[in-house]
């Protein structure tokens, strides 16, 4: 009987401890920060006698004509800018007021992609790596929202925003180590090209697999939003992207777990080969966030300026509001989808000549700079010539790099090697030197 009267007491005294620090716990969370009411209307007590809907899944009210709505309600969602194509800044009070160094930095970090892309691509075409994807075109997209960005803040990209990993300083010497797989390389050699990763700059690794990054960045973003960290994500894709069944999933769980995160879409015209009239038929992927209770926008992808203030402005608001918006950056992919792909069996030169001469990012912001006589001709001619040498420079120090060493095929799996690994590595290196005359070892470090 007494060690009954014990065993209650202490069951007292543990129930009250936790209920303690249950309490305590609530208090901090509301202590850091109150968090966003759902935009949802509560469900309302029952009552039979008001002739208004009670169904728990949507507000509206009856009506008695039969009517479908349309697909397009609005004209089209209008697309934000800050700049004409001259660079002429339209209404004054969108001018963001960045500081000459910021935006030379810009316009610096734009054309060194694109120098670099030259090169990359060139150097597929004379075999000396396996693949690579441009980004010729979407400059504008990637600096403007990563300018825009905390550097704490966490990006989940698709495969064609390296100017966004640029701009957080990832260096030409990592870009070259990966796409030419070499020792330096930070994934160790396991990744095809431009699948480019950095643990340090908040940048997750490319993977292949079209859309997946959209449900994890989700998951990433309410993460920091139940540990109360005051930061965002950002998960850039494109309009095919868009398709996918990851993308209603992330969509859906964003909106209903309201994370603090930025859905960023490049629509560039083309998923692949496939236009965008044969892509959807609604308007464009911004139409789309309202159905998921997502505030969305449209943005000049080719405008800078646009695409800085539109991130920053979600950014903001998604980490102080916990919720998610959907930014669709219209631009125009210039290049091939990637060297497996030849675009002028679906397109025109001409088309593609428009957006190359007329309309590109790049030149925009060159106007922009010209008029204000912060860039000149003797600026760009140098400036150009000192950006392919600083290229040419990581090129061929990459290129007489070593391979990885062949073993970190069975490593960073397991913590220690299991027997079926060691196995394998056993069975490689029988293989290799059974066949040495097709494995070159000398050129992998040891």
């Known amino acids: 009987m007494a060690a009954l009267k014990t065993m209650n007491r202490m069951y007292e005294v543990c129930f009250t401890a936790a209920r303690q620090a249950a309490g305590l716990k609530t208090s901090r969370l509301i202590q850091h920060r109150s968090f966003r009411i759902s935009s949802a209307k509560l469900q309302q007590p029952f009552d039979s006698s008001l002739e208004k809907p009670q169904f ?53 970090k734009m054309t060194l992609l694109n120098t670099m892309d030259r090169i990359l691509y060139e150097s597929q075409r004379q075999g000396r790596i396996s693949f690579y994807m441009t980004n010729y075109g979407e400059e504008g997209t ?54 480019y990763g950095s643990k340090d700059l908040n940048f997750v690794t490319i993977s292949s697999p079209l859309a997946t990054q959209i449900p994890q960045a989700v998951g990433a973003a309410y993460a920091f939003k139940r540990q109360n960290m005051n930061r965002a994500v950002i998960c850039y894709f494109g309009e095919g992207a868009a398709s996918e069944g990851d993308a209603h999933a992330g969509f859906n769980f964003s909106a209903t777990l309201e994370c603090p995160l930025i859905f960023f879409c490049r629509n560039n015209g083309y998923a692949i080969s496939t236009p965008t009239n044969e892509q959807y038929r609604g308007d464009g992927i911004a139409a789309r966030g309202p159905g998921y209770g997502m505030l969305s926008i449209r943005v000049d992808g080719n405008d800078v300026f646009a695409v800085y203030n539109a991130t920053k402005e979600a950014r903001r608001r998604a980490v102080a509001e916990n919720q998610p918006f959907l930014i669709e950056a219209m631009t125009y992919r210039i290049g091939h989808h990637s060297t497996s792909d030849d675009s002028s069996a679906y397109r025109s030169v001409d088309e593609v000549n428009y957006w190359d001469k007329q309309d590109h990012p790049i030149s925009r912001l060159r106007h922009y700079m010209t008029a204000r006589g912060w860039w000149s001709e003797d600026d760009e001619r140098s400036w150009r010539k000192q950006s392919r040498k600083t290229v040419m420079e990581a090129f061929e120090k990459a290129e007489k790099r070593l391979k990885p060493n062949p073993e970190l095929l069975f490593t960073d799996v397991y913590d220690e090697m299991i027997p079926t690994l060691n196995k394998q590595k056993e069975s490689m290196w029988r293989h290799v030197q059974q066949y040495k005359e097709h494995y070159p070892v000398d050129l992998y470090e040891k």
């Open 56 to 108: 728990p899944g949507a507000s509206a009210e009856f009506v008695d004509n039969l009517e479908f709505i349309q697909p397009n309600v609005i004209s089209g969602i209008p697309i934000y800018r800050v700049m004409d194509r001259q660079g002429n800044i339209i209404n004054p009070s969108q001018d963001p007021q960045l500081p000459k160094e910021t935006v030379l930095n810009y316009y610096q």
């Open 142 to 195: 990637h600096i403007g929202s990563a300018s825009a960005l905390d550097p704490n803040d966490l990006v989940f990209g698709q495969y064609r925003e390296a100017g966004v990993l640029m701009y957080r300083g990832f260096p030409l010497d990592l870009f070259m180590a990966q796409c030419y797989a070499n020792a330096d390389d930070l994934g160790k050699g396991r990744q095809m090209p431009v699948h």
